[in-house]
Structure formats: structure tokens, C-alpha cells
């Protein structure tokens, strides 16, 4: 764990095999399937497995794994997780993992501590902030409303207007 979180962050599931020489269609968990392509290794039970070849098709990405070389190998990894080395992603300023965001406490200008983010929705338009106390919120995560993220404090400060209690 770095500064309180996961060095290895889920990142997506293997779906099924493609093709008959051991490919592997992944879901992935990230904003784009893009992300995945540039990575290098994977981390699946565990164990480092290196990725040899990866590319988008459609919403999925299409990955050809070391040791992985035929469909019934590639069949035993259908269903599991992957994970990636938070040090192998490189995440633009302002942007955040969704994994560090679940359980930020949330502090409202006015209302003070109104919760925990217990989920993040992922729109097309922007993602919005599950939040769970009291009451119940959600906050679309643009600047407007959401002032300031301080993953070391574990906090997230927000500006709610009426409409978000839901």
C-alpha cells in the first residue's frame, strides 16, 4: 500500500478467449479501454504475467498473454480479475482512481461531514459521487461541486445544492 492505498488496482476481467491461438478479451474497469493497452504485465492470482500484444476491439481489449498459447489455456483464465501496478499508469493531474475514492469522508461547505463515497457512477457526461450518511447523495464530480479531493487526508470537500439528496 501507498499513502493508505492498493499498489495492485483492478483494472478488469477476462471475459472470454478470441481467436484460436490463445487471445484473451478483457472487460476492462477503466475509463478507456486504452488504458490497458499500454501496460506491460498483469497481475492474475497473483502471479506477474507478462502481456505480449494488446489492442481495443470495441468496448473490450484483446490481449495475448506469455505462456498463453492456445484457446484451452486461455479458457482457465476466463473470469478472473486483473490487476496492474498502480506505478505502471500514468493518470493525468486531477484525475483519480475510483478504487482510491471509495470511502473518502465528504465535507460540505455548509453542512459539514455528510458521508463517505461508497460508489462512483461512470456517465458519459462526467461521474458522479455516491455518497452515503444520513442522508443520501449524489454528486457529480465536476468543479463546480466538487472543490477538492486530499487522498492523504482521506477527504473529499464539496459544494451540494439542492437536488443531489437521492
Known sequence: ?????KQYLEAGMI??????RGAVKIQPWTDTPDVLCGIERFYIDGKEIRVL????????????????????????????????NRDDLEIEEGRYFIQDLIGLRVI???LGDIGTIV????LPANDVYIVHG???????AV????????????????????????
Open 15 to 20: 471475459t472470454n478467449t478470441h481467436g484460436i
Open 108 to 110: 460540505d461547505s455548509n
Open 1 to 5: 500500500m501507498k499513502n493508505g492505498r
Open 119 to 122: 460508489d462512483v457512477l461512470t
Open 53 to 84: 500484444g494488446s489492442s481495443v476491439h470495441k468496448s473490450a481489449v484483446i490481449c495475448t498473454l506469455e505462456g498463453v498459447e492456445d484457446i484451452n489455456t486461455a479458457n482457465t483464465f476466463r473470469g478472473k480479475t486483473i490487476y496492474v
Open 134 to 140: 444520513e442522508k443520501k447523495y449524489m454528486i457529480p
Open 143 to 166: 468543479p463546480e461541486f466538487v472543490k477538492r479531493i486530499d487522498l492523504d487526508a482521506g477527504r473529499a470537500e464539496v459544494e451540494i445544492i439542492e437536488g443531489m439528496e437521492g
